[in-house]
């Protein structure tokens, strides 16, 4: 069993930026690949950005050159800048490895002037 851990959410204006983490509880080994995910209320979960064991990334269109995603072994992190009211929303951290998938109990990004 692998336990998520994020970090890093809270309220900032916009334009402003946020880091977040993503801690995996063991040693990750072999091909995996590590998400953040949002959810804003009364809408869906939205992927963010994906990245894989190899670095190889992925990000939605609505982030794109205001996000980078990156990551060590075991740790996750988005660096968030130019951050507008729209990115408020429940981060959450993914994790897919050996045919399942764990999530981290999200931090909530508030940007609001």
């Known amino acids: 069993q692998v336990r998520l851990v994020e970090s890093g959410g809270g309220l900032v204006q916009p334009g402003g930026s946020l880091r977040l983490s993503c801690a995996a509880s063991?040693?990750?080994?072999?091909?995996?690949?590590m998400a953040w995910y949002r959810q804003a209320p009364g809408k869906e979960r939205e992927l963010v950005a994906t990245i894989t064991s190899g670095y190889n990334t992925n990000y939605a269109e609505s982030v794109k050159g205001r996000f980078t995603i990156s990551r060590d072994k075991n740790t996750m992190y988005l660096q968030m800048n130019s951050l507008e009211p729209e990115d408020t929303a429940v981060y959450y951290c993914?994790?897919?490895?050996?045919?399942?998938?764990?999530w981290g109990q999200g931090t909530q990004v508030t940007v609001s002037s």
């Open positions: 063991t040693t990750l080994f072999g091909f995996n690949t």
């Open positions: 993914n994790l897919y490895w050996s045919t399942y998938n764990y």
